[in-house]
């Protein structure tokens, strides 16, 4: 069998494009996952307790593309749901993102949004030249609070310190002087009504889309026959990891039901000092679904295990240059996701990425014609 495209990897990537190019361009599409499910790591199931969780950590869907948000809607319907997290500091579970409620309940204060703008910039540290998730934080809230709900996380996260790490990992978290208590801020905040698995059931649903699970694209390469490659794995590995392994951070989820119907007041709980987790998620918070129990996953930042973030740091982006400069030279590979460009995208970004290359596959101009 010759396929027009053979597509490594079913996360949002690998299965927008193969959608695409089967719907819209009638492409002979071959989807290779090594997993023995789609979805990559927005995968959702019910567990044996037919409670609806994530394998691989809360996924939240938000975005501020129209066009991301309008494409997806094709495959699903949407909960609404807006993110909120708390953050267990000094005995308290305190609102984060930072904001004047945080700052009040920490400390005891009764600041108005005007006295807490003048807080900020009292405990502020200036710093001439942002580049560091250290250097954010400590300019805009002071050293205490940084050390506070941050560093701890932070190094547990990623095992450096944040003074190591690009200033874009702390900037995804905003400072607030008002009492706005969600995580995102985004136009479009939705869960997929029946989970992300289902949607993705539906996107790749053609005829001319054929799935082979449980297959990794390197022990079958070989055998293959086709025009053009789209590569959604991490691109170091595609290159035998020639210039040397781009460093990624992994995660061991640890998933339990327990016996009570509520565990947390929020969907998700972040334990920046104690612990050896980062954070705590209980879905039926997420999802909405009523059952007697309630399932909750704790997850275990580690070096070993999945790639499940690459790391910002200068020397990673360099070595990523590199490989890119290998990728260039290939015309009919596509690389293209969170690891095969190695970037911290969340899943509006990764669908927008994957519609940007369609769009340029495809050889139409907007991305309204590519939806
Ligand atoms: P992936 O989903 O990683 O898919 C890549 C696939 O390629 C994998 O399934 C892998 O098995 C397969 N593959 C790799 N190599 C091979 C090979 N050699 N052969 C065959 N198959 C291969 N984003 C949000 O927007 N909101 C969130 O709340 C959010 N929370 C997250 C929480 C966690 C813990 C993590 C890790 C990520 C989170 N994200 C979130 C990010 C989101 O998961 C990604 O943006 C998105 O899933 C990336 O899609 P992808 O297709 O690029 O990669
Ligand atoms: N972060 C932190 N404390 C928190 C929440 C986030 O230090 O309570 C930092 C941490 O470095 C984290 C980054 O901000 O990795 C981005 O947080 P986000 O919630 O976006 O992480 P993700 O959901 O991608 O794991």
New binding site residues.
Partial sequence: MHYDYVIVGAGFAGSVLAERLATQLDKRILLIDKRSHIGGNAFDCLNEDGILIHQYGPHIFHTNSPEVYTYLSQFTQWRPYEHRVL?SVDGQLLP?PINLDTVNKLYGYSFTSEQLMAYFDSVGEPVADIQT?EDVVVSQVGRDLYEK??RG??RK??GVD?SQLDKM??A??PTRINQDDRYFTDQFQCMPLHGYTKMFEKMVDHPNIQLLLGTDFKEINQQLSFDELIYTGPIDEYFDCCYGKLPYRSLRFDHQTLEVANYQPVAVV?Y?NEHAYTRITEYKKLTGQEHTKTSITFEYPQDEGDPYYPIPRPENAALYRQYKQLADGQASVHFVGRLGTYRYYNMDQVVAQALTLFKKLAGIDSLQEAI
């Fill in positions: 953050a984060i998730a709900f941050f996380y932070t996260q990623w944040p990992v702390t995804r978290i972040n920046p």
